[in-house]
Structures are given as C-alpha cells and as structure tokens.
C-alpha cells in the first residue's frame, strides 16, 4: 500500500510522518501536491493546517484507492497559548501536536482496520511518561487511563508499563548527583549476525591484529577519565563491559583489561559490574577464570534463540548445546547472576520455535531474560538482503512477545526495563525481566537517562545528566578502530570539555 499526502502548511509534517510510519512500516509514503491520479493504489490523505485567530485548525480527509469523494474525517480548532515573547507557549506546543498525532492517528485506524499496542508514542523510551506523570503524584487509575486515552496504548501495554515504571523507580530512587555508570566498549566479534548494526570488527584478518593497539588505546582513555571522576568527585555506581562481545577478545588481553580497570578506578562504591560474555563462541574455561578472577559480578550469554537452523541463518558459528554447556560452565564456576537475550522474529522462525527457545531457557534459570524483538536496521545485511528471508507479520511477532510474560512469571521474574526502537516488527517493544533484586542499575539508568554515564571505546557515546535543568549533553567517540586508536587523546578532550 502506498500512502499519499497533501500538506497545506508545513507545520505537522513530521508529526504526520511519524505516525504513518506506524501503520505502514516499509511501504512507501509520497507528499504531493495534487491528488494522485484516479487509479492509484493506496489511500490518500489530505491535510490542512494553519494558526488562525490563535487557535490552530486543522482538517483532515481521506481517500482510499478509487473510493471517489474525499472523506472529511476531522476538523478542529485548538486554542493557542502564547509567552511573553508572543511565542507558543512550549506544552501548549506539544499538546497541540500530540492532538494532531491522536487525529492522524484515528483516521489511519479506521482507514486500515489497525490498532497499534502502543498508539501514538513513537519514543524509545516509553516509561519517562510514567516517572513524569509518578512525579506529578498522578495515581495508578489516572496514569493507566492517560495512557490509554491520550496517548491510545493497548490497555496491555499501559499496564505493562506501569509496572515497569513501578520497579524502575526503586533503583532511579537512590540516584545522586554523584553517581554515575561506566560503559566500556570492545567493538569485536567473530563473525556478524545478520541483524547486526553495532560497531563491531571481525577478530579475524586485518581487525584482529589491531586489538592489541586497541585495548592500549582504551586504557589510554581508562586513564584520563579516571583524572576526570576524580576531579568532579564522581561515583562510580555500575560499571558495563559491552560491545561487540568482549569475550571475543584473547584472555590474557580480557584479563590485562579487567586488571587495569580495577587498579584505575575507585570501585568502592560500585553495585553491579556487568561484561557481556555474548556469543558461546567467545566463552571457555580459561576466560571465565579470568572474569571470576575480577570484580565482575554479572555476565550476559545471549543466545538469540536455541533452534540451530536459525543460528546457522544469522551468522552464528555455534550451536544450542554450545549455549547450554557454556551457560552449565559458568554456573559451576559460581557465577551466580546471568541474564539470557533472545528475539522475536528472526528469520524463519515460528511461533513453535520461539516457544522452544523460552522452554530451553526455562530449564537454564538464568537470574534474567532480556525479550527483544526484531528492529530491521539500515546498516544491517538483513535489510540489504530482505528478500531473501522470510520475517514474521506484526500479527505473529504480537503473538510471539505474548508467550514470553508467562515463561518470565515461572522462571519467578517480573518486567523491569523496556524501551522500543525504530523498524521492529509490529511496532512492539525490547523488554528486560529480573527475579526480584536481579535488576541491571545500568540497564534502568541508560534507558530512564537519569544518571551521566560516561562511556569508554570505539563509538561510545557518553552521556552528561543535568537533572536540575532536564538537559543531557552528549560526547561521541569517533567509530573506526583506526580513528580510535590514532585519536584516543582527542576522545578524553571531548569528555573534559564537556564535564569541567
Ligand atoms: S554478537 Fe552482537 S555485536 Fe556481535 S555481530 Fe552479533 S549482534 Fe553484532
């Protein structure tokens, strides 16, 4: 289906964009000038928007394939609020687009027969509504029903949302002003999945022999933001050693590493030091020695899912059994607190096949199960060769992400993070359950954005909270390994100017 606009006035463009997108996923959306020809295939909407007397009117029609009449299916006139300056007042502003967002939004429904579990919230972070709304003392009914009817959520989704709002704000209530989190980034893996859209290298051929200089680059940067925290009197409450896979890396590097952060930084304040251990591939007896060995006291081993065709068709170049023996591994060394990640909708699995990897997990009893699903990325070779795989419906993935509440409720977890991307299927949602007391600070304050998070690597980007004037500043490390390596110092400056 191709989707057709007529604007008159700019005003809401993207507004409309955003929520057409929702209901059309790739297909094609075309601003015009004119109507489209009588034969066209689609619907066409046509919208008209102006300030006018202070109040901003818009109408709205709708035209579907060579339905003739262009139906008009909205007209309003909201009333405007101005400052001193003679501007629209800022939430005057956003209540006006957010009721033009609702307008598009009921029409596309009715057009095309489809609710979206989410409405109108197209953000990544949906539960800062509810900390705000929390924050105003809204109680439970009032919140659950502006979700519902402002933003149009499924009656599911505001309660899911609710709750992971409500347990969110048991880790977010102990943030200072001092504590922040560390993100450090080794950008390799062994081979690429495809979905992929991270900054990660081969460890084989011309990047492989470049991870020495790496990890010397980083403990460069290692070194100069410890003079940073030492300066502002920082905290470090969670520490996270992402990627990539930094198991992917030789164990005597990983330890020289973990060593070197540790007699770098004051960890006393530290509550959750999290490495992903990532791919099975990555993991053997002597590199989780080495992680044991450190202060490291939360390990992720993601198997995306436990069916082995489906490994083999994402890149994958290990088994189910692998995931089990590694997972079995790490618990008879005494790690006593892994999280687990699977999708929803790769490619060519059904609905059985997602229930086998949740009942594979079960018996695993990891401490938490983070549910992602599938977000087709620009950068990623799935999305270069769509064609050649077979992805779910948005029916099926909404199918899907159902199962995953009962499995997490009897391996005795409950929902704690969540947050949505752009491009997953169904438009639906990544969520993160926890048995009770298993919750990732770091994973909490990365999506709820309440602490500064200084972030260390290739293409990490640090984030500065200044939770007084609701503003976050941003610094990027460049992406390249090469770049990174040749301009480490530069990445520190980035990092002081921004915190001093
Ligand atoms: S393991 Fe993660 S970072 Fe590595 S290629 Fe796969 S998706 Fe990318």
Same mark, same amino acid.
């Given at each position: 289906?191709?989707?057709?606009?007529?604007?008159?006035?700019?005003?809401?463009?993207?507004?409309?964009?955003?929520?057409?997108?929702?209901?059309?996923?790739?297909?094609?959306?075309?601003?015009?000038?004119?109507?489209?020809?009588?034969?066209?295939?689609?619907?066409?909407?046509?919208?008209?928007?102006?300030?006018?007397?202070?109040?901003?009117?818009?109408?709205?029609?709708?035209?579907?394939?060579?339905?003739?009449?262009?139906?008009?299916?909205?007209?309003?006139?909201?009333?405007?609020?101005?400052?001193?300056?003679?501007?629209?007042?800022?939430?005057?502003?956003?209540?006006?687009?957010?009721?033009?967002?609702?307008?598009?939004?009921?029409?596309?429904?009715?057009?095309?027969?489809?609710?979206?579990?989410?409405?109108?919230?197209?953000?990544?972070?949906?539960?800062?509504?509810?900390?705000?709304?929390?924050?105003?003392?809204?109680?439970?009914?009032?919140?659950?029903?502006?979700?519902?009817?402002?933003?149009?959520?499924?009656?599911?989704?505001?309660?899911?949302?609710?709750?992971?709002?409500?347990?969110? $704000?048991?880790?977010?209530?102990?943030?200072?002003?001092?504590?922040? #989190? *560390? %993100? /450090? @980034?080794?950008?390799?893996? !062994?081979?690429?999945?495809?979905?992929?859209?991270?900054?990660?290298?081969?460890?084989?051929?011309?990047?492989?022999?470049?991870?020495?200089?790496?990890?010397?680059?980083?403990?460069?940067?290692?070194?100069?933001? $410890?003079?940073?925290?030492?300066?502002?009197?920082?905290?470090?409450? #969670? *520490? %996270? /050693? @992402?990627?990539?896979?930094? !198991?992917?890396?030789?164990?005597?590097?990983?330890?020289?590493?973990?060593?070197?952060?540790?007699?770098?930084?004051?960890?006393?304040?530290?509550?959750?030091?999290?490495?992903?251990?990532?791919?099975?591939?990555?993991?053997?007896?002597?590199?989780?020695?080495?992680?044991?060995?450190?202060?490291?006291?939360?390990?992720?081993?993601?198997?995306?899912?436990?069916?082995?065709?489906?490994?083999?068709?994402?890149?994958?170049?290990?088994?189910?059994?692998?995931?089990?023996?590694?997972?079995?591994?790490?618990?008879?060394?005494?790690?006593?607190?892994?999280?687990?990640?699977?999708?929803?909708?790769?490619?060519?699995?059904?609905?059985?096949?997602?229930?086998?990897?949740?009942?594979?997990?079960?018996?695993?009893?990891?401490?938490?199960?983070?549910?992602?699903?599938?977000?087709?990325?620009?950068?990623?070779?799935?999305?270069?060769?769509?064609?050649?795989?077979?992805?779910?419906?948005?029916?099926?993935?909404?199918?899907?992400?159902?199962?995953?509440?009962?499995?997490?409720?009897?391996?005795?977890?409950?929902?704690?993070?969540?947050?949505?991307?752009?491009?997953?299927?169904?438009?639906?949602?990544?969520?993160?359950?926890?048995?009770?007391?298993?919750?990732?600070?770091?994973?909490?304050?990365?999506?709820?954005?309440?602490?500064?998070?200084?972030?260390?690597?290739?293409?990490?980007?640090?984030?500065?909270?200044?939770?007084?004037?609701?503003?976050?500043?941003?610094?990027?490390?460049?992406?390249?390994?090469?770049?990174?390596?040749?301009?480490?110092?530069?990445?520190?400056?980035?990092?002081?100017?921004?915190?001093?």
């Amino acid at each position: 289906m191709i989707l057709y606009i007529k604007l008159e006035g700019q005003e809401f463009k993207y507004q409309i964009e955003d929520v057409a997108r929702l209901f059309l996923c790739d297909e094609e959306i075309i601003f015009c000038e004119n109507e489209p020809p009588e034969d066209f295939g689609g619907i066409f909407l046509s919208g008209s928007f102006g300030m006018q007397s202070g109040r901003a009117v818009f109408e709205l029609g709708i035209k579907e394939n060579r339905a003739g009449r262009l139906n008009c299916l909205s007209s309003m006139a909201i009333p405007l609020v101005y400052d001193a300056c003679g501007q629209i007042e800022h939430e005057n502003r956003k209540a006006v687009r957010r009721i033009v967002k609702k307008e598009i939004y009921r029409v596309l429904s009715e057009c095309t027969g489809k609710k979206m579990p989410w409405g109108i919230l197209t953000g990544i972070r949906p539960a800062k509504i509810v900390h705000e709304l929390m924050e105003k003392n809204m109680p439970r009914e009032d919140i659950l029903n502006t979700l519902t009817q402002y933003y149009m959520l499924s009656e599911d989704k505001a309660v899911l949302l609710y709750e992971v709002a409500c347990t969110e $704000r048991s880790i977010l209530e102990k943030t200072t002003d001092d504590l922040i #989190s *560390l %993100y /450090i @980034g080794i950008p390799f893996c !062994t081979t690429r999945c495809v979905y992929c859209s991270f900054t990660s290298n081969p460890t084989g051929g011309k990047y492989g022999a470049m991870v020495g200089d790496y990890i010397k680059a980083l403990k460069a940067e290692i070194s100069g933001v $410890r003079e940073l925290i030492r300066e502002r009197g920082y905290k470090i409450q #969670s *520490l %996270y /050693i @992402g990627g990539g896979t930094p !198991t992917a890396i030789q164990s005597g590097l990983l330890k020289e590493l973990l060593e070197f952060i540790e007699e770098t930084f004051d960890l006393s304040h530290l509550e959750e030091y999290t490495l992903e251990a990532g791919r099975p591939d990555t993991i053997d007896e002597e590199k989780l020695k080495v992680i044991k060995d450190s202060k490291v006291s939360r390990i992720s081993i993601n198997p995306q899912t436990m069916n082995d065709e489906t490994l083999k068709v994402i890149g994958r170049n290990h088994t189910s059994k692998d995931i089990i023996n590694a997972v079995s591994l790490a618990r008879r060394m005494g790690f006593d607190n892994i999280n687990m990640d699977v999708i929803i909708g790769l490619p060519g699995e059904s609905p059985e096949m997602f229930e086998n990897t949740l009942q594979q997990i079960a018996e695993l009893k990891p401490e938490s199960l983070t549910v992602h699903t599938m977000a087709i990325k620009r950068a990623s070779k799935l999305n270069e060769e769509k064609e050649q795989y077979r992805l779910i419906s948005a029916d099926e993935a909404s199918y899907m992400i159902d199962m995953a509440p009962k499995y997490a409720s009897d391996m005795g977890m409950v929902p704690y993070y969540l947050y949505r991307q752009k491009n997953m299927l169904g438009n639906l949602e990544n969520i993160g359950y926890c048995k009770p007391g298993s919750e990732s600070i770091y994973n909490i304050q990365i999506m709820e954005e309440k602490q500064t998070i200084i972030a260390l690597g290739a293409g990490a980007i640090t984030k500065v909270v200044y939770p007084s004037e609701n503003r976050i500043e941003r610094a990027f490390n460049v992406k390249s390994l090469e770049d990174y390596i040749s301009r480490v110092e530069e990445m520190i400056e980035r990092k002081k100017e921004l915190l001093i």
